[in-house]
């Protein structure tokens, strides 16, 4: 019930004695997250207390995964350290890196998820709030208590529009939410997540929210008319944005009419994406869908 992050899944946090490390490692532990361990050379052979668990700090991210057997781990470090410690991670062999750190350099983000690629790591973002699997493990900084264990799969460019639809949901609740990024080169795409929702057997139905600028959305649209049988309600952020504007993520900007929330809204519509106006009523949507026949496959 639940795509790359499950109960069984070990995780190091890159940075976890920094003071957003501290908060957000507490958060995850207190969401059921069996966090092994944290990665600072200079405070190798530590450990620190969160509340009634221990958890060791390790001098790289090898060290951690010979010691735990970490499958995982979150990038919580500053971005002038993010390519390397996304390059130590991927070179120690870690499976999945969540990389929540913003403002990271896109030469930068480029070369590690290309590295990543051809080692076989998947990278979530960067610049995201992570994923959760409610009830079983939270990777990021995903508030756990908003949502619960459920039948949708939610994958999304904004971190705030995930807590949002998380939350209008929260009654059905979630397999798993993934927050891929919004920067211009993100590890993990919506296509990728939509394949694994379409591959889980516990995801009846799909939300996926994108925003202007970009062409990600069309092609998850495409991808989705030829390969998702699953119902898939859509949301694009931005319908109100003026031409030519950034929007908050580095990637949302929008040239002519390449890039706007109506020509992706159009592309998925074209593709039989339900596709709210509002997260209100994409939401609702969702419920409708639900509602008729337990989400009835519809023809691919």
């Known amino acids: 019930m639940a795509i790359y992050l499950t109960k069984e899944s070990k995780v190091l946090v890159q940075g976890m004695t920094g003071a957003e490390g501290m908060k957000h490692t507490r958060r995850m532990l207190a969401a059921g997250t069996d966090v092994v361990g944290g ?28 010691s735990t057997g970490a499958d995982v781990t979150v990038v919580l470090v500053p971005p002038a350290f993010a390519k390397a410690a996304v390059l130590e991670a991927v070179d120690a062999g870690i499976g999945l890196a969540v990389v929540i750190t913003e403002g990271i350099p896109v030469h930068d983000s480029v070369a590690f998820t290309t590295y990543a690629k051809e080692k076989g790591t998947r990278i979530i ?8 699997t409610p009830g079983q493990s939270n990777a990021g900084i995903i508030p756990a208590d908003i949502t619960k264990p459920g039948r ?3 994958v999304s460019k904004s971190g705030t ?13 979630f397999t798993t939410c993934v927050g891929i990024g919004g920067d211009p080169v993100v590890g993990t795409s919506h296509i990728d997540c939509l394949a694994a929702f379409q591959d889980d057997p516990d995801t009846e139905l799909v939300v996926l929210i994108g925003e202007i600028g970009g062409d990600a959305e069309e092609r998850a649209a495409a991808y989705i008319e030829q390969h998702v049988d ?12 003026p031409e030519g504007r950034t929007m908050g993520h580095a990637g949302a900007i929008v040239s002519g009419s390449s890039g706007t929330a109506q020509a992706k809204k159009r592309a998925l519509e074209a593709a039989g994406v ?6 209100t009523q994409t939401a609702r949507l969702v419920r409708e869908l639900l509602d008729a026949d337990h989400a009835t496959p519809r023809e691919a």
């Open 125 to 132: 973002g960067p610049n995201c709030p992570g994923l959760i």
């Open 152 to 154: 949708i799969g939610l």
């Open 274 to 279: 339900k596709v709210g106006d509002t997260p």
């Open 230 to 241: 699953k119902p898939v309600v859509g949301y694009i952020a931005g319908f109100t944005a």
């Open 161 to 173: 529009l995930t807590y949002q639809l998380m939350h209008e949901l929260r009654d059905i609740g």
């Open 39 to 66: 990665v600072n050379p200079r405070k190798a052979g530590r450990s620190v207390d969160f509340d009634d668990r221990a958890v060791p700090v390790f001098g790289s991210v090898a060290d951690g995964i010979r």
